[in-house]
């Protein structure tokens, strides 16, 4: 079983800045495929990015050059730096884990606001 605990959202100004953490349970953290997705009101959970165990990094269109995503394995932890945000970034961030099935965070809110 893999716990995840995603922290770091809350309210930002159109571009400014917020960096997501999500902590992993485990003892095989750098296994995982990991990857940040979100969830605005109204809309289906879309894909961000993902970060495979050999750290091998993808996004989607919409955060493409304005997040990035790593991992560090010797904490257990992913992180998401945003930059330059949106109002249209504005959503649940959710944390997934692939090792033989998948696992979720509970989520965290981003809100970009003036």
């Known amino acids: 079983q893999v716990q995840l605990v995603e922290s770091g959202g809350g309210l930002v100004q159109p571009g400014g800045s917020l960096r997501l953490s999500c902590a992993a349970s485990?003892?095989?953290?750098?296994?995982?495929?990991m990857g940040w997705y979100r969830q605005a009101p109204a809309k289906q959970r879309e894909w961000v990015a993902t970060?495979?165990?050999?750290?091998?990094?993808t996004y989607s269109d919409s955060v493409k050059g304005r997040f990035t995503i790593s991992r560090d394995n010797a904490k257990n932890t992913m992180y998401l730096q945003m930059n330059s945000l949106k109002p249209e970034d504005t959503a649940v961030y959710y944390c997934?884990?692939?090792?033989?099935?998948?696992?979720w965070g509970q989520g965290t809110q981003v809100t970009v606001s003036s």
């Open positions: 485990g003892s095989i953290f750098s296994r995982y495929v």
């Open positions: 997934k884990a692939i090792y033989l099935r998948a696992y």
């Open positions: 970060i495979t165990n050999y750290s091998t990094t």
